[in-house]
């Protein structure tokens, strides 16, 4: 039978008490010299302790006189770089991103419908306009529609979607940067659908949003594999 590391028994220790409040956000950790003390561990199995901690994105080191580790709870960028990695590291298919973003996004849409604030309206009009601009490049037009879905899931003010749709949003972003597939009719198909979808929200309509989001992302997803029949699509 396997003994865990007093490293890794530590680590979780801190961990469980930082998740559940016992160290607000912002706040050091003991010093590492009471740590040694309390734990009756060594100096090195502290710092390797807390090494773990900060590759989890838990703490942040800071060095000096005021230095320390410092708690940091996790946000959407974490969830963000977990599915990245699972993303990438698993190889996944680009089928199987767009079949999670139709699981996912009309949500989103219902979600942004209820809880947008004129913010996220502003935000979801500007990225939208650069869509439908036919004049940027390719680059500008796929981070705009990037931008625009990202709008729509921090329009839902739910962390754990926009986290998701991020690392989603990116990996599409990446398979579809291709010229045999985004030309002027998609452009101004994208735009016309993220239009509609944005005046759903806009009104609070969330059964529109949702019903509106369902189809957009479904024929993007439809004309994307079609393409993809014609030309090599990879993920970075």
Same mark, same amino acid.
């Given at each position: 039978?396997?003994?865990p590391?007093?490293?890794?028994v530590?680590?979780?220790d801190l961990?469980?008490r930082i998740?559940r409040?016992?160290?607000?956000?912002?706040?050091a950790l003991?010093?590492e010299?009471e740590l040694?003390n309390q734990?009756?561990?060594?100096?090195t199995?502290?710092r390797?302790?807390?090494r773990?901690?900060?590759v989890q994105g838990?703490?942040?080191?800071?060095?000096?006189?005021?230095?320390?580790?410092?708690?940091?709870?996790p946000g959407?960028?974490s969830?963000?770089?977990?599915?990245?990695?699972?993303i990438r590291?698993?190889q996944?298919?680009?089928t199987?991103?767009?079949?999670t973003?139709? =699981? %996912?996004?009309?949500?989103?849409a #219902?979600l /942004?419908?209820?809880y947008?604030?004129?913010e996220?309206l502003a935000a979801?009009? *500007?990225a939208?306009?650069?869509v439908?601009?036919?004049?940027?490049?390719?680059?500008?037009f796929?981070?705009a529609?990037?931008?625009?879905?990202?709008?729509v899931?921090q329009?839902s003010?739910n962390e754990l979607?926009?986290?998701?749709m991020?690392?989603?949003?990116?990996?599409i972003?990446s398979?579809?940067e291709?010229t045999?597939?985004v030309?002027?009719d998609?452009?101004?198909?994208t735009?016309?659908?993220h239009?509609?979808i944005?005046d =759903? %929200?806009?009104?609070?309509?969330? #059964?529109? /949003?949702t019903?509106r989001?369902t189809?957009?992302v479904?024929?993007?997803a439809? *004309?994307v594999?079609?393409?993809?029949e014609?030309t090599e699509?990879?993920l970075?």
């Amino acid at each position: 039978m396997s003994v865990p590391k007093a490293s890794d028994v530590l680590a979780n220790d801190l961990r469980e008490r930082i998740l559940r409040g016992d160290f607000p956000s912002g706040t050091a950790l003991p010093p590492e010299r009471e740590l040694v003390n309390q734990t009756k561990m060594s100096r090195t199995t502290v710092r390797e302790a807390l090494r773990i901690l900060e590759v989890q994105g838990l703490v942040v080191i800071k060095t000096g006189r005021s230095g320390g580790a410092f708690v940091q709870l996790p946000g959407g960028e974490s969830v963000a770089t977990s599915v990245s990695l699972l993303i990438r590291g698993q190889q996944l298919r680009l089928t199987d991103l767009l079949e999670t973003r139709e =699981a %996912i996004e009309p949500a989103c849409a #219902a979600l /942004a419908a209820k809880y947008r604030t004129d913010e996220d309206l502003a935000a979801l009009d *500007a990225a939208n306009n650069t869509v439908g601009d036919l004049e940027i490049p390719l680059e500008g037009f796929l981070q705009a529609n990037v931008d625009w879905h990202l709008a729509v899931a921090q329009a839902s003010h739910n962390e754990l979607l926009t986290g998701f749709m991020s690392a989603l949003s990116q990996a599409i972003y990446s398979s579809t940067e291709n010229t045999a597939f985004v030309d002027t009719d998609v452009r101004q198909t994208t735009y016309r659908a993220h239009k509609s979808i944005t005046d =759903a %929200i806009r009104a609070g309509d969330a #059964a529109a /949003a949702t019903r509106r989001m369902t189809k957009h992302v479904h024929g993007y997803a439809e *004309a994307v594999v079609q393409v993809e029949e014609r030309t090599e699509i990879t993920l970075d």
